[in-house]
C-alpha cells in the first residue's frame, strides 16, 4: 500500500480519561508524517452519519489534561449491523479516509475487526480504551489508573464514616464482565471483602465472614462489590445482609460515574501519547487489523482477532491475598 495521505480517529464506547492524550498523540504524530487528520465525532455512530472534522496541530492544543473525549463518544447499536458498517464504509471513502484509529473498550475492538472483516481496503488501528482494564493482549487500558485512583480517594473517605459509626459499607465499582477495579481498589484500600464477577459463591464466604462477627474485631468493614458480580449489585447484597445479620449498621454507596470522569493521571497522559504516537507508527509500518498495547512495558501490536476472541480477567491468586492480608 502506498504512503496514506488521510486518516480518520475516533473514540468509541464508555469515555476514559487519557483519550485526549491519545487523540492528541494519534493527530500530532500522524501530522508530523504529513497526514491528514479527520477527527471522527461521536464513534461509530458519527461515522456512519458522517461528523467528520478536520483536526489540526494546535486543535489539540490543551486537551491533554482533559477528561472525557473532545470527539464525543457512543453506543452504536446501527455500527452491528452490515447496513450500517457499508453506510460507514461509503463515507469513509467519499471522504477520501484511507485508515482509521479507533479508541475504545472490548465492543468498539470487536466493531473495528468486523469491519476490517468486511471491507479490507481500509486499514484500521486499535488503541485500548477502558476504564474497566478487561482488554486481551495488554496490561494498560486508558483510564484505569485514574478511575483506580478516583475509587481510592473515595473509599478512604467513606472509611472515615464507617469507622466513626462502626459501619459495614458495601461500596460499588464499575466493572461488568471483570473485576480489576473491586480487586486493586480493594486491597489499596484494605477491604475486608472484594466481590468479583469472576468467582462464584462468594456470598457464603461473606455471611461465614459475618458470622464469625468481624463487627466485634473492627471498628468498619468496607466491601467491594464489582457492578458485574453474579450476586447482583452492592444494593441486593446488603438487602440480604441486613435481613440475616439485623446487629450490623449497614450503608451502600454505588459509585457510579463518578469514576470515569475527571483529570487523567501521569500514567494516563503519558500511555495514552505513547499509544496515540505508535498507532500511526504502525500504519507507517503497514500494519492493519491489530491493537497497540503495553505488555511487560513494552508496546506490542496484537490482532484484533486475538484481542477480541480472549477474555482478560484478574487471578484469583490475588483475592487469596487479599482476604489473607484483611485478617
Ligand atoms: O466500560 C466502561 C464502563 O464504565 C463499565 O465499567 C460500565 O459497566 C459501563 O461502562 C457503563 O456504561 P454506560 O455509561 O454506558 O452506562
Redesign the pocket.
Known amino acids: 500500500m502506498g504512503k496514506i495521505k488521510k486518516i480518520g480517529v475516533l473514540t468509541s ?2 469515555d ?1 480519561p487519557g483519550m485526549n492524550a491519545a487523540i492528541r498523540g494519534v493527530t500530532r504524530a500522524a501530522i508530523f508524517n504529513e497526514m491528514q487528520v479527520i477527527g471522527i465525532r461521536h464513534g461509530y455512530h458519527g461515522m456512519i452519519n458522517g461528523h467528520f472534522k478536520e483536526l489540526k496541530a494546535y486543535s489539540v492544543s490543551d486537551i491533554i489534561g482533559r477528561g472525557g473525549t473532545i470527539l464525543k463518544t457512543a ?1 452504536s447499536m446501527e455500527f452491528m449491523t452490515e447496513e450500517g458498517r457499508k453506510k460507514a464504509y461509503d463515507n469513509l471513502k467519499n471522504e477520501g479516509i484511507e485508515a482509521v484509529v479507533v479508541i475504545g ?1 472490548d465492543g468498539s475492538l470487536t466493531g473495528a475487526r468486523i469491519f476490517c472483516d468486511e471491507f479490507p481496503g481500509i486499514p484500521f488501528i486499535g488503541i485500548p480504551g ?3 482494564n478487561d482488554i486481551y493482549g495488554t496490561d494498560y487500558t486508558i483510564g484505569y489508573d485514574t478511575a483506580l485512583n478516583t475509587v481510592v480517594e473515595a473509599v478512604d473517605k467513606i472509611r472515615d464514616t464507617a469507622s466513626s459509626h462502626n459501619r459495614l459499607f458495601f461500596i460499588e465499582v ?3 464482565d471483570a473485576g480489576f ?1 473491586a480487586l486493586e481498589s480493594g486491597v489499596a484500600t484494605g477491604a475486608e471483602a472484594i466481590f468479583v464477577p469472576e468467582l462464584t459463591n462468594q456470598a457464603a464466604e461473606l455471611k461465614d465472614f459475618l458470622e464469625k462477627g468481624c463487627k466485634r474485631k473492627k471498628s468498619s468493614n468496607i466491601i467491594i462489590v464489582a ?2 458480580d453474579e450476586e447482583g449489585g452492592a444494593m441486593q447484597i446488603a438487602e440480604k445482609v441486613k435481613k440475616e445479620f439485623e446487629e450490623y449498621s449497614v450503608r451502600v454507596s454505588i459509585l457510579g ?1 463518578i ?2 470522569g475527571g483529570t487523567p493521571s501521569a500514567k494516563d497522559r503519558y500511555n495514552a501519547s505513547k499509544l496515540g504516537y505508535y498507532a500511526v507508527e504502525a500504519l507507517l509500518d503497514d500494519q492493519k487489523s491489530v491493537m497497540i498495547g503495553i505488555k511487560d512495558n513494552e508496546i506490542v501490536n496484537v490482532p484484533f482477532r486475538k484481542v477480541t476472541k480472549k477474555h482478560k480477567s484478574i487471578d484469583p491468586a490475588d483475592l487469596l491475598m487479599a482476604d489473607i492480608l484483611s485478617i
Do not use: F, P, V
Open positions: 464506547g464508555g476514559a453506543r473498550g477502558t476504564i474497566d464499575m466493572g461488568r477495579i457492578e458485574g460515574h469514576q470515569r
